[in-house]
């Protein structure tokens, strides 16, 4: 079973709605329940902060210090990680216009927020999620590669490089500056970047998919997921000759590219396509309730997968997650979010949505900035 990973202490300071607040919390899962706005979502907001990137709801860190604080905001926890106790803090510092967070592990300044995954791994599913299998394909793409990056924290690095060497590129095209040499070497890179992001979300996909078959019967559907747009999935040249293929690619497009005032082939345009397994049918084309457990059973594969490829089970953050679903499937995903072996953090309207998880969760009660054991 995977080593469990679980916050001891979790501290805000002037983060969102909260000028302050402590949490004493043991392995156990965590509920949080209270009226809508009273701030459970911003205590999940702060947890996602423990992991690499701008948190579950990809905020402007400015925006996320609270109104009318006089400096920042900082996120505190204590915790049992992968490579046992560690404190972590993170936050913008007072009177800091920088859009980059500070991050401290142990006291001690890191190096970069990419540390936190030598720590722990946190994943999420929120409301604003539900969309994702008829909202547009950069939102997917977004979601895969926060499934990849749980398990190649380098994955972000190549991304922002990939990105950043395109907009060079297209900088360059709109410019009308055709100089071979440095549009070759650009196109060198983004053929070496872009060819290692699409083989990243390709094993990625291939890991899930071997789970989700081997997996038992569950009360929500399995998803049957595939890429297309780039790198197609039965293309199994040697990667050197898919980054020659792609750099060629770049070479013969850039009027094509000029005119467009955009790059038109790379991993920035590939899209996920979820099916559900037993219909047979696009997720897009299921009803709102298909889509909401297909969106489950995935977010359940991948926490699995993440416990089994790093011997760490991750951090969950649930939200709204008993809304719509009946009192015995919301028993069964208790069960199932319990059998990860990790910690969840479970937000409600209605404690009594959470009685079938009895001891197994500490409950918490939010009101407007404060939180009642």
Known sequence: MAQKTYLTRLKLTDFRNYASA?????????????????????????VSFLSPGRGLRRAVLSDVTRVGASGGFSVFADLEGREGAVAIGTGIETGEESTSRKLRLNGTPAKSVEELTDHLNVLWLTPAMDGLFTGGASDRRRFLDRLVLSLDPAHGRRAADYERAMRSRNRLLSEGRFDPAWLSGIEVQMAELGIAMAAARREMLTLLAALIARSGETPFPSPTLSLIGFLDEDDTRPYAELEEAYAENLRDSRHRDAAAGRTLHGPHRADLLVRHREKDMEAERCSTGEQKALLVGLILAHARLTGDMTGCAPVLLLDEIAAHLDEGRRASLFDLVHDLGGQAFMTGTDRAMFSALNDRAQFFTVSQGKVLS
Request: proline share 0%; no cysteine.
């Open 22 to 46: 402590t949490l004493a919390l043991d392995e156990r899962h965590v509920v949080l329940t209270g009226d809508n706005g009273s701030g459970k979502t911003n205590l999940l907001e702060a």
